[in-house]
């Protein structure tokens, strides 16, 4: 399409811009990124497209939701390349701010995360969320769009901001759109760029021991310890080391469920080599997930 995105660098420009777009009508879709694109982010991209009369991607590292200063600097940039994909796809705005405009100094204006974000990724990333409900809350703030694109590749975070918008009753629709995977079935991040070339071979195990769960739910066991003995195990045979958490859950409340009678979400967060990569499914009786073409 190539159509040239506007480039926002401060919030002010930004109301400018909003207002242009706003004089066209119709509903305008928000795509929060931290950059570093790859196509789970642009599948967001699409769908704000294809549902919505003006599209705004917003590109900014969130140094909040880091838990140490080192991973925070590994994160990979490249906004040039960034905007590239961005103008290729269409998109009418992008704001992409200095620290200093969503953080000024004195920022005191935290936002502390529901109650769902208390297990999994919160226990293993203090103050991870509470970094992701303030940046989210304040974007939500500066660009009041009508809905906003989210990736169920996070799961947990996805839920996290439901809960939020509900409890502060922000207008905004969340829509949770699918993991986009690989050819193998491992699911695009951008951490994936930290994987060696070996582990990176191994790491598309971690979405055939998923699979491997469904199928063992589907043959009818429904008990979450014995899925997620034979899952760990699974993943250890497979050169996945260290376990930050393998959990069956509420798709909702993600309060763990011992037994599995109706859908639930398995939650997987593992370390491959130096890399730590997480994935999810949907368990259910009647249903089993499957890699999208």
Not at 55 to 78: G, H, L, S, W
Not at 119 to 143: M, N
Not at 229 to 247: I, N, P, S
Not at 264 to 271: E, H, K, N, P, S
Request: hydrophobic share 40%; glycine share 6%.
């Amino acid at each position: 399409m190539n159509k040239q995105p506007v480039l926002v660098t401060n919030s002010d420009q930004l109301d400018e811009q909003l207002a242009l777009l706003r004089a066209g009508q119709g509903r305008l879709g928000l795509v929060p990124t931290m950059g570093a694109l790859h196509d789970g982010h642009l599948s967001l991209v699409r769908r704000s497209l294809e549902e919505c009369q003006a599209t705004v991607v917003t590109i900014f590292v969130n140094p909040a939701q880091f838990n140490n200063d080192k991973d925070r600097e590994d994160y990979p940039q490249d906004l040039d390349r960034d905007l590239g994909l961005l103008a290729q796809a269409g998109v009418d705005l992008i704001f992409a701010p200095p620290q200093s405009d969503i953080y000024p100094d004195g920022f005191a204006d935290w936002v502390e995360p529901p109650r769902v974000a208390d297990r999994w990724e919160g226990e293993q990333r203090p103050g991870h969320f509470r970094g992701v409900c303030t940046v989210v809350r304040k974007l939500f703030q500066l660009i009041p769009a009508e809905i906003a694109y989210f990736g169920e590749k996070d799961y947990q975070q996805s839920i996290v901001i439901k809960h939020l918008i509900d409890q502060m009753a922000i207008p905004i629709e969340l829509m949770i759109c699918p993991i986009v995977r690989e050819q193998d079935g491992l699911a695009m991040s951008t951490r994936n760029a930290y994987l060696s070339s070996s582990d990176r071979q191994q790491a598309s195990a971690i979405w055939e021991c998923l699979q491997s769960a469904g199928a063992m739910v589907l043959e009818g066991e429904s008990s979450s310890p014995v899925i997620i003995k034979q899952l760990t195990e699974e993943l250890q045979a497979a050169c996945f080391t260290q376990f930050d958490y393998v959990a069956i859950v509420d798709p909702q409340t993600l309060d763990p469920q011992e037994r599995i009678e109706g859908p639930v979400r398995l939650l997987v967060a593992a370390r491959l080599g130096t890399t730590r990569l997480i994935d999810n499914c949907l368990l259910s009786p009647g249903e089993r997930e499957t890699v999208a073409p």
